[in-house]
């Protein structure tokens, strides 16, 4: 195989941090080097690949359709360079961390207990954990830029093993000052005439919302707003003016202490299952054991109300 004509990482970083930074004289910032030798290093990268990757429109630089396959190229290739450079680090100084990944909804919910607790349990361990949707983590995942992911949503990969956790449901809720508070019950017929603050549509929360529904050939929900944190719709809904389908984990502590009601929909019931997903390349891995058990172990019924 020919590696002679192979662009090289530093060429792939330019690209990189023009794009995401928004021109040449940041990403020359960013790199310590000057403008020129970052114009130079674009076109070393073009002409390894021979074709234009960036063209002017107006004041701006933009993406070429070729220069939009290799900059996703350079992510994902860096991505990996930084990865192999912490698992060497790992190899370096003792295999005891983990890069885990979670879902919005459970990264602000679940995870602060579990990584409060998982120290305490393990405290020669550490974990580097972020944040992300399900169809973002997925491929970190099954490309070993990630050994553990908690989601909502179970991964369909060969490289990636799953187990499930726990089960929950999706609930639908409001503020104490709504008018359906007072009543607690509607029916699947008048959801039609609420009106709902849900979470955007690329989240778990919502694919499964929105899947339930159209079993049950429900269309749209009225929805005036889209937002992409749980939190925020907790205090979105304290106006009184919506309602919202959350999981319950995402809203025990606003139930608990009587900043939200729940709302019984009869017959609608939508079961969540939480999964642990890990790379086959985990398998053996000291902390990624240490951390599921540690899961598994968690008595949820101190951040958990029963379900209703």
Not at 218 to 243: N, Y
Request: charged share 25%; proline share 6%; aromatic share 6%.
């Amino acid at each position: 195989m020919e590696y002679s004509n192979l662009p090289d990482m530093k060429g792939l970083a330019t690209l990189r941090a023009v794009v995401e930074l928004g021109g040449v004289e940041q990403a020359g910032r960013s790199l310590h080097i000057g403008q020129p030798a970052v114009t130079k290093r674009l076109r070393a990268l073009e002409s390894c690949y021979g074709i234009t990757l960036m063209q002017r429109k107006g004041r701006k630089l933009e993406l070429t359709p070729a220069g939009d396959r290799v900059y996703a190229f350079a992510r994902l290739a860096l991505d990996h360079q930084a990865t192999l450079l912490e698992d060497l680090q790992s190899l370096l100084h003792g295999h005891n961390q983990l890069r885990l990944e979670v879902t919005m909804a459970i990264g602000e919910h679940l995870l602060p207990d579990l990584l409060l607790n998982f120290s305490e349990e393990y405290p020669e361990y550490r974990i580097q954990s972020r944040m992300g949707y399900s169809r973002s983590i997925q491929p970190r995942l099954a490309t070993g830029l990630s050994d553990l992911a908690l989601l909502e949503l179970a991964p369909d990969h060969p490289d990636i093993l799953v187990q499930k956790w726990l089960e929950d449901e999706l609930t639908l809720v409001c503020a104490p000052n709504h008018p359906l508070s007072r009543d607690a019950r509607l029916s699947i017929d008048q959801l039609s005439q609420q009106q709902f603050v849900l979470r955007e549509a690329q989240s778990s929360i919502r694919i499964m919302l929105d899947q339930k529904l159209r079993e049950l050939g429900i269309g749209q929900l009225p929805t005036a707003l889209e937002v992409g944190s749980t939190d925020t719709i907790v205090e979105m809904l304290a106006h009184g003016r919506h309602l919202s389908f959350l999981p319950r984990f995402a809203v025990a502590e606003a139930l608990r202490q009587g900043q939200l009601r729940q709302v019984s929909v009869d017959p609608l019931k939508i079961n969540v299952t939480l999964w642990i997903a890990r790379n086959r390349s985990s398998v053996n891995n000291p902390v990624a054991e240490a951390f599921i058990r540690s899961c598994r172990n968690f008595d949820f019924r101190k951040v958990l109300p029963p379900p209703a």
